[in-house]
């Protein structure tokens, strides 16, 4: 399963036509078994039901880097515009200022399929600017995992960051969506890994 590589946030003529395509791939990469998704990610299988997995929650995309902020809003217009596009929020990324010492948004969506789908974008700058595009999209893209209890969450990530070579990057007990969620990556190969338990979201299923 390859994420698609982007050295830079499509801009002007070619924003619609981008999108279109990673959208298409997000929507293939909805029907991926969790049994597959759990595969490539440590690299062995693993029974999703003993983990308590009962699906997959979401596909997040790494659409490459930023350089101006403008460029950014331009990129949002053009994702708020998209008849296929729906339930569009945003926000400022946690992880890459703190991880990766560069600022990022992300863009939540659902395309007209019923699939969510996260598109990340960190600006060019410093350490991040140097590394190369493969490894930026291992590091920000990833498939998230429906859990069945919110509190199974934590105790979860800490028994698969426990695996060797496989860490912990970020944990957050119930956001403003009444999401509980972390992130785990694997030191070998960059991949990251999420695991969620959704709240109620206003709008949409849960
Ligand atoms: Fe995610």
Redesign the pocket.
Known sequence: MLFPVSEAIPTGADREPVLEKFLDWADGAHDTPVPEVLGAFFGQPLDARTLRITGL??V?LYIGDYRHEADFEDWLETVRACPRVGHVSTGPSHIAPRAYGTPGH?INLRTDLGNEV?LFTCRRRDIWAERPAEQKTSLMS?F?LCIDSPGHVRPLLDFLASFDGIRLLAYAPADELGHT?G?LVREDTDRVL?L?HAGAQPGGPA
């Open positions: 929650h979401h997040a992300w996260e990833h998230g969620y992130h999420e969620v």
